[in-house]
């Protein structure tokens, strides 16, 4: 199985910024991608930002320019680097991965963290 570990939410002011990174562990064969997804209260949970194996990114259009994911130390934790937050940001982020393990016979399945609360307040 795999685990995920989330770390570095918090409230902040608008127009500040926030880092937060994410620890995948457990009997992981490959990892393909890694993201970072939020849900805001009443809302579907929503894409914010990926990156896979071979470094390609993809953001949600409303975080371009301002959030930037990347690889940690090993390709086994991500980060997400949030700059020029807005309330609108607030949510829930969840950490994601898509990921084989040692028994999972060369399938991929998805993976997710508890969730970390990110405020940002007027």
């Known amino acids: 199985q795999v685990q995920l570990v989330e770390f570095g939410g918090g409230l902040v002011q608008a127009g500040g910024r926030l880092r937060l990174s994410c620890a995948a562990s457990?009997?992981?064969?490959?990892?393909?991608?890694m993201g970072w997804y939020r849900q805001a209260p009443g809302k579907q949970r929503e894409l914010v930002a990926t990156?896979?194996?071979?470094?390609?990114?993809n953001y949600a259009d409303s975080v371009k320019g301002r959030f930037t994911i990347s690889w940690g130390n090993a390709k086994n934790t991500v980060n997400l680097q949030m700059n020029s937050l807005k309330p609108e940001d607030t949510a829930v982020y969840y950490c994601?991965?898509?990921?084989?393990?040692?028994?999972?016979?060369?399938?991929?399945?998805?993976?997710w963290g508890q969730g970390t609360q990110v405020t940002v307040s007027s």
């Open positions: 994601n991965t898509v990921a084989r393990t040692y028994y999972s016979g060369g399938y991929s399945s998805e993976y």
């Open positions: 990156i896979t194996s071979g470094d390609t990114t």
């Open positions: 457990g009997s992981i064969f490959g990892i393909n991608a």
